[in-house]
């Protein structure tokens, strides 16, 4: 059976607490591919998955793994690694799903990224989040929300909604 974090049950802060949170900076759920950091927003993480295979779906493209059943919903499930060409993919005991989950126009969008390792939660004051550069990045711009230092080391902080873009894979 499947290793479960459930993150969207965690204790919530108070509505005050968190208005003034979000107000000073976010949390983010960092994630490596390759020798690269990446983070989401907590927020958008339904809960973290170990990596099992999914089931195929033919004529999709190379980075689409399949789909996942998660408690009756279908899952498309894509192998980030491959989408940003950083890195070949290894499926190992490290490899996990990130399950990411974002309410749009009266719609929720459901999809996972299998991702080499979970890293941390992050703390990002907003004025340590600084623009991505517009030149040759392994990352198109429109993946990312912004770019900042954790412990001398650069993370980007990668767009949920951008992620979630069904329309890329919409002949699925």
Not at 11 to 25: C, M, P
Not at 51 to 58: A, D, F, G, M
Not at 142 to 164: D, R, W
């Amino acid at each position: 059976m499947n290793d479960l974090v459930e993150v969207s049950e965690q204790v919530a802060d108070s509505d005050d607490e968190q208005q003034e949170k979000t107000s000073l900076g976010q949390q983010y759920l960092s994630f490596t591919l390759g020798d690269e950091t990446f983070a989401v927003e907590i927020l958008s993480v339904q809960e973290i998955r170990t990596w099992e295979v999914p089931t195929l779906l033919p004529r999709s493209p190379e980075y689409m793994k399949g789909v996942i059943n998660l408690r009756g919903t279908i899952v498309p499930v894509i192998d980030l690694r491959i989408k940003f060409n950083i890195c070949k993919p290894i499926y190992d005991d490290t490899t996990v799903v990130i399950v990411l989950r974002i309410n749009e126009d009266d719609k929720v969008r459901i999809m996972g990224i299998v991702v080499d390792a979970m890293s941390d939660v992050l703390f990002i004051d907003k004025d340590k989040i600084r623009n991505s550069p517009e030149f040759g990045g392994k990352v198109d711009a429109e993946y990312i929300e912004g770019l900042t230092t954790i412990e001398g080391n650069i993370v980007s902080l990668l767009t949920t909604k951008a992620l979630l873009n069904i329309n890329e894979i919409s002949h699925i």
